[in-house]
Every structure is written in C-alpha cells, then in structure tokens.
C-alpha cells in the first residue's frame, strides 16, 4: 500500500465521522449505532439519506451543504477515495455528514427498520455480467427494502444506458412508483440545484460526450420484489480506461 494511502487511512482513523467496519472485519452481528444514528450519532431527529457507493463523497458532502436540517451519510468500501470526503467535511464544519466504509452486501447491519429516508445510487458500477451485485437490483432492493421508510425515495444518477435501462425494467416489474425520470438530465426540465451536483465519475463521464440519466422511485417494504427478466443493450464504452483510481 502506498504512503499516501496509508496517510489517508491513519487520518480516517481520528475522524469520529467515519466508522470502519468492512466486510473482512465485521463481527457478523449488527452495528451498535443501529438504531441509533438520530439520538447517538447525529444527536437530532433529522431524516436520514444516504449515498450508496458515494466513492469521493462529492453528492453527501454537496447535499449536506444544501440541506442542513437533513442528515447525510455517504458509504463506500473505499477508503482512500472516502477520506476526500470525510476530510472536505470536516474542514468544512459540516457536521450534518458521516461516513461508512464498509461493504453494501452488509448496509443493513447499520441502520433498523424505517431508520432511512432516501438513498442516492450515485453512478453505480453498471455490473452488466451479474445482476446480484448491481445495486439497483432486486438483490439489493431486498436489502434496502430492511431499512428505509414505506413509500422511500431512491435516486438513480447514471451514465450507463444499461443501468438506466435495468432499473426501469426493475421499476415497473414491480409497480415501483416513479418519481421522476430522464435519460438526458442536463437538457431536461429536472435539472435542478441538487440534480447539478456532480461527482469524479459524472464530470469524467460527462467530459467523453455522455448523457446523464436519472431516475426516482419509491420502495414499498411490504410489497415482494420479483427480479425482471430482460435482455439489454449492454453500454459499448465500458472497455475505455479509467484515470485517477484510487
Ligand atoms: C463508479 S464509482 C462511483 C463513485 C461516486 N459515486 C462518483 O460518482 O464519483 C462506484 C463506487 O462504488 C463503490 N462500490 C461498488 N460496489 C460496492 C460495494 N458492494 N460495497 C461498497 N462500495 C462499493 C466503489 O468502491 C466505488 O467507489
């Protein structure tokens, strides 16, 4: 591991708005701020939101900002991209913000029924050769489905054509109440303040000349999920090289 990351890490460790507990190192049983994000954590009983696969942090940080009476935490397995984040909120002052650096597969050993409002999927890896790791999967939906509050909101940012397309599939398999949807977010009347926020992955994808699609619906928890069975156009330019991994 590189200096640099290793720096990173050792900072993360003094935030108390960060918790670490990825999947190698979780004790299988759930978290002791389950529960307890409001009265423990946030210490007010502002509605919960959270961005899933949030890499850099840049949409929990920028809503945080944009909505101080919303409590905002940004998850991702990793770290090094988090401590942008994590880092940016802290110099900041923006106390409205934690972080969790952890696997998704496990978000629900984090937060207790009806415990999370909103959840933003904040271009997500497309994952065109396995449904049960996308998350916007019936997969995930299940595990989403543990925590978040009757009729609450997700948010879908992409570029990826397939992934827009699965999950509309995936919405009207199931009767999902649609919000709002667009496969061209920047020349549709959506694009709003918040909807303007873009992250590493948005500007990189927006720079090669992609259209920015978005999609809101709303989850039932007592409504069974059946996963769709549909074959789409995979997106031809997933091959390209990435820069800046970290
Ligand atoms: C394409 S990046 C997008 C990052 C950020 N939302 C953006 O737009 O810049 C996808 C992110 O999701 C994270 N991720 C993907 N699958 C994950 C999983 N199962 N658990 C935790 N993090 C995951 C990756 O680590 C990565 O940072």
Not at 35 to 40: A, C, E, F, H, R
Not at 56 to 70: H, I, N, Q, T
């Amino acid at each position: 591991m590189g200096k640099n990351k290793l720096a990173k890490f050792a900072e993360m460790a003094t935030f108390d708005h960060v918790i670490q507990a990825p999947y190698n190192k979780h004790d299988h049983h759930d978290h002791e701020l389950k529960g307890k994000w409001s009265s423990n954590f946030f210490k007010n009983d502002d509605p919960i939101i959270l961005e899933l696969g949030c890499g850099k942090g840049e949409y929990s940080v920028a809503l945080a900002e944009f909505f101080p009476d919303r409590n905002f935490v940004g998850v991702d397995i990793k770290g090094a991209r988090m401590w942008r984040g994590a880092k940016q909120a802290y110099e900041k002052g923006v106390r409205n913000v934690g972080f969790i650096r952890t696997n998704i597969e496990i978000v629900d050993t984090f937060f207790a029924a009806g415990e999370v409002d909103e959840i933003w999927l904040t271009f997500p890896d497309p994952q065109m050769k396995k449904h049960t790791k996308r998350l916007t999967s019936t997969n995930f939906m299940e595990r989403y489905k543990r925590f978040l509050k009757p009729n609450g909101i997700i948010h879908l940012k992409t570029d990826s054509n397939f992934q827009y397309q699965y999950t509309l599939a995936m919405v009207q398999e199931n009767g999902l109440n649609i919000l709002a949807q667009t496969d061209d977010l920047y020349a549709s009347s959506l694009l709003d303040d918040v909807l303007s926020i873009q992250t590493f992955y948005e500007k990189q994808w927006r720079e090669r000349g992609l259209l920015i699609k978005y999609l809101a619906f709303q989850l039932d928890p007592n409504k069974p999920l059946r996963e769709p069975d549909v074959e789409i156009e995979k997106d031809p330019y997933r091959s390209f090289g990435r820069s800046a991994r970290e």
